[in-house]
């Protein structure tokens, strides 16, 4: 028995060794790092239950072992029987709806807290998707015509959604075509935007806030057509001064060009690293001038 658990204990210790995984990815049990407080909250549920799993799993298989070690067939004398076993059988029923009901409690805590919506957010953005690009805009910034401040994406250059850290961001999104889906893997969460969602009765709005400052790669998650591999954008985290900085150009005019600031001249502007790259890096635009392959036709 004692060779046996250290020749389990290096089996197991090899399976860990052997992933690559860093400590915190195996505490984690693969959940990957997020970066906003509700994508915190997913992972300590994920964390939690994994570990509920794995104890009652340890519980079932010491069960296992146990019985197949101490109860094996002794003889032909019928073993004592327990199929009417009325306190058994309660206590078989009770601890699974326990189980059930603890784990649907800390499921709809930490829904109810990604979901939640405070009445006045810090940051509004509207979120439009098309074939096969970003659009985002923030109402409560006006450039000098009266416009709000508008970063449509092209297929030359990724849109940045630029937004401020350790604020409340209200994400509104639609779309002018078909269904896409606004998916930020570091938010750890997805929405789908539809076309007029107010006629259609559904929810497109969420919040949310980033904890620290970056660039992180947006994608959208439904199937949209020809370019939907494509259709990426990039989130710009700043720090309130750097982004209060950054929306004070966007809402006035660039004396080089008599226009308003577009995001890239301001961040450039901002000279502040490289956080102020002036395009994303986390993705790259589609490459429009490629070489097509043309089609080849034989026969008389």
């Known amino acids: 028995m004692p060779r046996m658990i250290k020749v389990s204990g290096l089996i197991g210790l090899v399976c860990v060794v052997a992933t690559g995984c860093t400590p915190r990815q195996v505490l984690g049990f693969g959940w990957p790092e ?16 994994v570990v509920a799993a794995l104890a009652v799993g340890v519980l079932v298989w010491g069960l296992i072992f146990w019985t197949v ?20 059988e309660v ?3 009770v601890i699974p709806f326990l189980m059930v009901v603890v784990l649907f409690y800390f499921t709809a805590t930490t829904q109810n807290y990604v ?12 979120v439009v998707a098309f074939q096969w690009n970003w659009e ?24 940045l959604l630029v937004v401020p ?14 269904i896409h889906s606004f998916f930020v ?31 992180f790669v947006g994608r959208c998650a439904e199937l ?24 004070d150009l966007r809402t006035r005019t660039n004396p080089a060009t008599d226009q308003p600031y577009t995001a890239p001249e301001a961040l450039r502007a901002m000279d502040c690293g490289k956080l102020c790259t002036p395009h994303a890096v986390t993705t790259s635009a589609f490459d429009t001038g490629r070489p097509s392959s043309a089609a080849t036709t034989s026969g008389s």
């Open 165 to 178: 850290t350790g604020s409340t961001i209200e994400y509104r999104l639609s779309s002018e075509d078909v």
């Open 185 to 215: 893997p570091k938010f750890h969460f997805k929405r789908d935007t539809f076309p007029h969602p107010d006629k259609n009765n559904q929810d497109n709005v969420f919040q949310n806030s980033i904890a620290q400052e970056g660039s």
């Open 34 to 49: 997020g970066v906003t407080p509700q994508a915190e909250a997913m992972r300590q549920l994920w964390t939690w239950s």
């Open 69 to 88: 070690t101490f109860h094996r067939k002794k003889s032909d004398e019928l073993p004592r029987q327990f199929q009417y076993n009325n306190p058994l």
């Open 224 to 247: 949209c057509g020809t370019y939907h591999s494509m259709m990426n954008f990039e989130i710009r985290a700043l720090s309130p001064d750097k982004f209060d900085r950054y929306m």
């Open 115 to 126: 979901m939640a919506e405070e009445d006045r957010p810090d940051e509004v953005v509207d």
């Open 91 to 93: 206590i078989y029923t």
């Open 136 to 159: 985002f805009s923030y109402p409560e910034h006006r450039t000098p015509d009266g416009q709000p401040v508008t970063t449509i994406g092209t297929s030359s250059s990724t849109p």
